[in-house]
């Protein structure tokens, strides 16, 4: 489905010294597998999201989507081919109400559909279809109005970059269920979530590592739990209250 063979990507510092964030990285997601990208702050895992996308440009390598080789490629070209992206905190548009966004997503799709779809995020099409996708919001329902768009399309590949960020824990568990049904088992779709989360990491089919630019682990969630829990597994102990979510065996 989509494969990343030696790719590589420098940023220039303030100095004008350039800084290897990338280093020859070799991945491929198949189709009908939900992949977790995981790791240290400053690791990778959103840079790796963005190369993708083509949002950020790598220096050296080559990227490919059903074979074809997409490296050269805009963000809509990319986006034309089947790639999606959610960012981890997506963009306001005043003046355009969210059914406006939503129908951008799916031009063809009729107001049921739309309503359809709000409903699976947990939104009451009633009390939003209407409203500016301006500052009214909050970051829990700009969230979950991206992911209604993204589903709305359907596009080959999505990439949700830590869709729990700014979520409360109820809306996470709904939009982690909406993610693994849609995509997991499903022959020409593949799901990629840049994410910290643990309650993420079981429901996922394969576990990729990132740290200092390149993959230190990949595996199962059974396979990669013992190298990773020391790190994330406490990252919602304020909200969770100390209590364990789940439990790895």
Known sequence: ???????????????????????????????????????????????????????????????YLEDEDISDLSITE???????????QPPRFKGLTIKNVLNIASPEADLMYLRKYLRDVGLCPEDYLDRDLGAGLSGGEIKRIEMAQLLLR?????????????????TIQKLLGLIVSRYKNNPNKTAVIITHNEKIIPMCDEILVVDGGV????????EIWHLIKDDIECKVRDQCQGDVIYEIK
């Open 1 to 63: 489905m989509l494969k990343l063979e030696d790719i590589c990507m420098q940023v220039s510092n303030d100095n004008g010294e350039n800084i290897e964030i990338l280093k020859g990285l070799n991945i491929e997601f198949q189709k009908g597998k939900v992949y977790a990208v995981t790791g240290p702050n400053g690791g990778g895992k959103t840079s790796i999201a963005k190369v993708i996308m083509g949002i950020y440009r790598h220096t050296k390598g080559h990227i």
């Open 78 to 88: 990319r986006a034309r081919k089947g790639i999606g992206y959610a960012f981890q």
């Open 154 to 170: 359907a596009p080959l590949i999505s990439i949700f970059d830590e869709p729990e960020a700014g979520v409360d824990l109820w």
């Open 215 to 222: 993959i230190t682990a990949q595996g199962t969630p059974k």
